[in-house]
T-cell receptor, first 116, second 113 residues
């Protein structure tokens, strides 16, 4: 098991362009979470999936943001018409089917987005 | 809404000494979980230690231990025998059930050799 992976690790784009990030969770983890972390701050929750169902969305997730997990495995996060305020680290995490005190969320390395 | 507050933006400690990082949280729930995560520079976040709110006994993981005060809604992390590899951002986090994590602002820990 190689852990949670994210691609790309870094992305530089111009304001107004669309970007898409991918997250591959740990195999057999059915829950997948997206967080956003701005410089010097803690991660903030964006959305999460159980299998392919998107169960919760933060109000931080404006209508320019969309996330999918079509087959309950990998997930994509798309940002349309990027703005400079979207510059941040986008973190993905996954957790197993049964959340017990012994289980928690395992984080990927993140995708760092810079909007010029 | 639940909130998590870390009042120490930065802390430093001499190698081999002990340091305590503070965290307070606000919730009206009685059953929840608390975590400390470590985020080394340019590396991914990893779990350091967890605490279940229903347990009175403080969690311990090798050199890491917590002081959980449920009534005061306080959850501090103590690192004993600090090592250079402990240098990182430390985040306190709250979770209720199988839901999202709510993070504090983080504390940057520096280890002085």
């Amino acid at each position: 098991d190689t852990g949670v992976s994210q691609d790309p690790r870094h992305k530089i784009t111009k304001r107004g362009q669309n970007v898409t990030f991918r997250c591959d969770p740990i195999s057999e983890h059915n829950r997948l979470y997206w967080y956003r972390q701005t410089l010097g701050q803690g991660p903030e929750f964006l959305t999460y999936f159980q299998n392919e169902a998107q169960l919760e969305k933060s109000r931080l997730l404006s209508d320019r943001f969309s996330a999918e997990r079509p087959k309950g495995s990998f997930s994509t996060l798309e940002i349309q018409r990027t703005e400079q305020g979207d510059s941040a680290m986008y973190l993905c995490a996954s957790s197993p089917r049964v959340i017990t005190p012994q289980e928690t969320q395992y984080f990927g390395p993140g995708t760092r987005l810079l909007v010029l | 809404a639940q909130t998590v507050t870390q009042s120490q933006p930065e802390m430093s400690v001499q190698e081999a000494e002990t340091v305590t990082l503070s965290c307070t949280y606000d919730t009206s729930e009685s059953d929840y979980y608390l975590f400390w995560y470590k985020q080394p520079p340019s590396r991914q976040m990893i779990l350091v230690i967890r605490q279940e709110a229903y347990k009175q006994q403080n969690a311990t993981e090798n050199r890491f231990s917590v002081n959980f005060q449920k009534a005061a809604k306080s959850f501090s992390l103590k690192i004993s025998d600090s090592q250079l590899g402990d240098a990182a951002m430390y985040f306190c986090a709250y979770r209720q059930g199988a839901q999202k994590l709510v993070f504090g602002q983080g504390t940057r820990l520096t280890i002085n050799p």
